[in-house]
């Protein structure tokens, strides 16, 4: 996911891009934590991030499974990506970005959080619209 938006809406628009992924894992019923990263831990690019982290049994820990990062400026400036608030001198838009799904870590924390004692897996009801069946044989 991507945004572009006015430096004024930027802390709004990550906490709407995180809510995006955490109903996402919510429906997905995936144990999860969101995890605001430290400064010092973040890239040059990130003024701000967060990642939500999945539980995952099989290795008795949180991993991150999605992350979405507000990166203000910083790349806007790089893009000239710029735009005229009420017809004034242009200015550089603030940027965000989110994970949504990474396909992958998801299938992994599903078969990690709904694995039977038989070896099959239950798939989250959520899924069960779009096609996919009750369950995964083993």
């Not at 910083?74 to 396909?103: E, K």
């Amino acid at each position: 996911m991507f945004s572009f938006v006015e430096p004024a809406e930027s802390a709004a628009e990550h906490e709407r891009v995180l809510a995006i992924q955490e109903r996402i894992l919510t429906e997905l019923e995936i144990p999860y934590r969101v995890v605001d990263i430290p400064v010092g831990d973040l890239g040059a690019s990130a003024a701000r991030k967060f990642d939500c982290e999945a539980w995952l049994p099989g290795q008795d820990r949180y991993r991150e499974i999605t992350s979405t990062s507000n990166t203000t400026d910083y790349q806007a400036r790089r893009l000239r990506c710029r735009f005229r608030p009420g017809g004034g001198s242009a200015q550089p838009v603030h940027t965000l970005n989110g994970t949504a799904v990474a396909v992958g870590r998801t299938l992994i924390a599903i078969m990690e959080n709904f694995q039977r004692e038989d070896g099959s897996v239950a798939v989250p009801e959520v899924l069960h619209g779009f096609g996919a069946p009750a369950e995964m044989g083993r």
